[in-house]
Nanobody
Framework: QVQLVESGGGLVQAGGSLRLSCAASGRTFSSYAMGWFRQAPGEEREFVAAISRSGLSTRYADSVKGRFTISRDNAKNTLYLQMNILKPEDTAVYYC?????????????????WGQGTQVTVSS
C-alpha cells in the first residue's frame, strides 16, 4: 500500500500560479503510475493529469493542457502539479491518486489509493 498527502493549495487570483505536491510513503513510489483529479462543489471528481511510473509519459485533460504540468521525483517520493494561468473554473479540491496499472488511466475508478485533497481557490 501507499499513503498520499497533498499540500500546496490556497487562494490565488486569476492568472496566477500554484504548485501542488503529493508526498508518498509506504510501498515503493516508483511502482505506481500517478494522477491528479479535482472535484468542485456539486460536481463529479474529474481527471486532470497522469504520469507514468518513470515520469517519461504524461497525459492531460483538455481543460488544463498547456497550463498545467505534472511531474514526479521518484528519489523524493513526491508528485507535483504546476498550475499556471489559473482560472476561476479551476477552483476545486485537488486529489492525488496512485494506480498499479501500467497505463495512465483517466477514470477515477482505476486508482486504488487517494490522498485527502487540498483546496485550490481562484478568485476573479
Amino acid at each position: 500500500q501507499v499513503q498520499l498527502v497533498e499540500s500546496g493549495g490556497g487562494l490565488v487570483q486569476a492568472g496566477g500560479s500554484l504548485r501542488l505536491s503529493c508526498a508518498a510513503s509506504g510501498r515503493t513510489f516508483s511502482s505506481y503510475a500517478m494522477g491528479w483529479f479535482r472535484q468542485a462543489p456539486g460536481e463529479e471528481r474529474e481527471f486532470v493529469a497522469a504520469i507514468s511510473r518513470s515520469g517519461l509519459s504524461t497525459r492531460y485533460a483538455d481543460s488544463v493542457k498547456g497550463r498545467f504540468t505534472i511531474s514526479r521525483d521518484n528519489a523524493k517520493n513526491t508528485l507535483y502539479l504546476q498550475m499556471n494561468i489559473l482560472k476561476p473554473e479551476d477552483t476545486a479540491v485537488y486529489y492525488c491518486a496512485a494506480t498499479n496499472q501500467i497505463l495512465m488511466p483517466t477514470m477515477r475508478t482505476a486508482y486504488e489509493y487517494w490522498g485527502q485533497g487540498t483546496q485550490v481557490t481562484v478568485s476573479s
